[in-house]
């Protein structure tokens, strides 16, 4: 039977729960002396009928398979955020103190340092890719958890949120909830929009999204909206008109208190407002989440064996789909995405043998970074692949990726001036560099078919955002199926006594490094050669070692420029022990041209290489 004193009984509840959200805000970023309130206090009562009034989750263990998902875009929010899981219990009142203290977890900006979150936020533009890919997962696992994500409307000015909007309203996700906290005010300045939401709302549906707009802090509203989730085959996304400071007389719809915490006396004055409505949420029911279990999904005990033979000619953009197709067969966690490369990248063999572990992500390389780490979050191992000049417009998801210890694996391919005739616009020449720099990172960089199947082995057992580099030329076989390739490793391919010069080098150089150590020993002259495949964590002993049987001379060649690639890698580690690195690279900005041009001109061919050794020993 209706009883409509019970449901105003329940909103006056959770009204309650939004001030009393409001208030653990304000004393938390009080206490710290740093933060963001009035941007959580806007946001209050969205999440009060998120949490408590709507989301199917279990309070006591975070991690549930089929909990529903809260990712919380605008990451500067995040004491309210902690607030909601020490209303459910997970968390104490005191802790919500400890707030950007050095020794608590609860940070500035959410991290999955804690249990409850499962990436990094705070880079505005980013929760929306992150909750695609977990919706998409919660399909691949047949679990029924939606995803929640709530955004700043500031935020909303970023490309890659519509990047996310496109491919949510191209595959149907109903079970991806998209909220935007509308309340106006920027950091520095009011929003395009201000409150315009018809301007939103048509964003928006041009992509394929179904939209209800909201008073964001009329709860009845706000839930009556939650219940509708789910319906029809259309992503959802809630529209709420807040105001910024919301419930704080001083604070609501003022311009200046972005990032501005409340001094003692201002939070006392802001409390006492707050108070007398203020209301526990202890006790509140939460809907459990239903009792499903997703697939087992676990590292094979090996992969099948590789059969290629010794000299055959092939790229290692090749091997790299090869081996995806390859393991796909015996690793279910395996899932693989691309952007419109796929016939480039070689990721297309994967898509063709297992279509419903593929997504492509088409022209949008944000938001393939952004899936493969929702993916992440949910026990796969997603393997995103896109030339790797194109992953630098990607970087700061990849840089965020890193702060949330994602486990996925990137791979570039049509790496350095070797790709040829296409030109500098589609060379990756910044990407060791680039990927080097990334907290927690793994970059490899293969020379034949054998290493480059056998380092994406490692990648899938390998925790951690990996990188792969490869090529486009091809390239012969010079290692048998059964070589290992631990990460860290390095192999010495040539090494006699009386050798003058170690090279190091790694991909199309070391074919080239090869070639030279003929040329040399013709000439009286011999020279170690090792293949640095792993780039991060580079084998430092081993070329140390190396080093010391030829003088200490060292001279690294890489299709990469000058500036954070091999060279750099090699001599940050060497340089201290009193090795002295000599490094060819490229060193200007290249053109068009035949690959054997092209490394020729930008002198990191074998006649190079000849030349260099031949001046240094």
Known sequence: MFDARMIETDLEL???????????????????????????????????????????????????????????SKGHAAPLLYAAWAEAGF?????????????????GHPTPRLPFVDVATGSLGQGLGIGVGMALAARQNGLDYRTYVLMGDGEIAEGAVWEAASLAGVRKLNNLVGLVDVNRLGQSEATAFGHDLATYRRRFEAFGWRVEDVDGHDLEEILEVLSGVGLGDQPLCILARTYKGAGVSFLQDQDGWHGKPLNKEEAARAIAELVPSARSAAGVSIPAPSPLEPPRREAPASYPPLQYQLGQMVATREAYGNALARMGEVDPRIVAMDGDTKNSTFAERFARKFPDRYVECYIAEQNL?????????????????????????AYDHIRVAGISQANIKLVGSHVGVSIGEDGPSQMGLEDLAMMRAVAG???????????????????????????????????????????????????????????????????????EALKAAEVLAAQGIGITVIDAYSIKPLASDVILAAARRTANQVLTVEDHYAEGGLGDAVAGELSAQGVQVHKLAVRELPRSGKPAELLARYGIDADAIVAKVRSMA
Not at 445 to 460: H, I, N, T
Request: aromatic share 8%; proline share 5%.
């Open 14 to 72: 959770l009204r309650g729960i939004a001030n009393q959200l409001r208030i653990h805000c304000i004393t938390a970023t009080t206490a710290a002396g740093s933060g963001h309130p009035t941007s959580c206090l806007s946001a209050a009562e969205l999440v009060a009928a998120l949490f408590f009034g709507h989301m199917r989750y279990d309070p006591k263990n975070p991690r549930h398979p089929n909990n529903d998902r809260f990712i919380l």
């Open 91 to 107: 968390l104490s009142v005191e802790q919500l103190g400890q707030l950007r203290q050095i020794t608590s977890d609860l940070e």
């Open 369 to 393: 970074v952004a899936v493969a780490v929702g993916f992440s979050t949910r026990g796969f191992v997603p393997f995103a692949s896109t030339f790797a000049c194109f992953f630098t417009r």
């Open 441 to 511: 990172s793994t970059v490899l960089y293969p020379s034949d078919a054998v290493s480059a199947e056998k380092l994406v082995e490692q990648m899938a057992l390998r925790h951690g955002l990996c990188y792969l580099r490869t090529s486009r030329p091809k390239t012969p076989v010079i290692y048998g199926n059964d070589e290992a390739f631990p990460v860290g490793g390095a192999k010495v391919l040539r090494q006699k006594d009386g050798d003058r010069v170690t090279v190091v080098a790694a991909g199309v150089t070391l074919h």
